[in-house]
């Protein structure tokens, strides 16, 4: 497609249950980022990769968030045991460079936890 | 650490009025600042960047100074349109690191 595209765009989820948000980047796009962005707040980075390979989750705010990207092309970001505290707008972005700070982003995956 | 602040809105003006977002930093080194911005029901998307000090960024009449001797980076628009409301958010990045963004400053422009 032309630009990012993030499935599903809204995630209601009961606390404990695990969820898996998909990231479409743009094609031949090799870096691709995911952010996490609660209300009113500006955007966390959580994780990057270039192609396939995790470079840096730093970001990651606990061990039951876990993010792949194994083909190099989509991403998945995954939540075990999801909390309230994880109700946020999850934010994909790629980019043709790792290293220019210009990112293409998504409309985001609105995750609430009940 | 690296960081952004922004000045707390929500700003609201009217239509042709000046626009000023003010936008400060602190990092190590010489990163590279951007404005993004975040139309309603849009996903966010660059606004202007500068790379080094003394630059100025420009786009769709906004633009912003990279300053280092008082490490700002300020959002100007000489004359405002209601299409200009949205939510703007001030960024760093230094090489090889993801973006660091600002808490984000909502502008609600009326005619």
């Known amino acids: 497609g032309a630009g990012v595209s993030q499935s599903p765009r809204y995630k209601v989820a009961k606390r404990g249950q695990d969820v898996a948000l998909r990231c479409d980047p743009i094609s031949g796009h090799v870096s691709l980022f995911w952010y996490q962005q609660a209300l009113g707040q500006g955007p966390e980075f959580l994780t990057y990769?270039?192609?396939?390979?995790?470079?840096?989750k730093s970001g990651l705010p606990s061990d039951r968030f876990f993010a792949e990207r194994p083909e190099g092309s989509v991403s998945t970001l995954k939540i075990q045991r999801t909390q309230q505290e994880d109700s946020a707008v999850y934010l994909c972005a790629s980019s043709s460079r790792w290293d220019t700070g210009e990112l293409f982003f998504g409309e985001g995956s609105r995750l609430t936890v009940l | 650490g690296n960081s952004v602040t922004q000045m707390e809105g929500p700003v609201t003006l009217s239509e042709e009025a000046f626009l000023t977002i003010n936008c400060t930093y602190t990092?190590?080194?010489?990163?590279?600042l951007f404005w993004y911005v975040q139309y309603p029901g849009e996903g966010l998307q660059l606004l202007l960047k500068?790379?080094?000090?003394?630059d100025k960024g420009s786009n769709k009449g906004f633009e912003a100074t990279y300053r280092k001797e008082t490490t700002s980076f300020h959002l100007e628009k000489g004359s405002v349109q209601v299409s200009d409301s949205a939510v703007y958010f001030c960024?760093?990045?230094?090489?090889?690191?993801?973006?660091?963004f600002g808490k984000g400053t909502t502008l609600s422009v009326s005619s």
């Open positions: 960024a760093l990045s230094r090489s090889g690191t993801a973006l660091i």
């Open positions: 500068a790379t080094k000090a003394d």
């Open positions: 990092a190590t080194g010489y990163p590279s």
């Open positions: 990769f270039q192609n396939e390979a995790q470079l840096d």
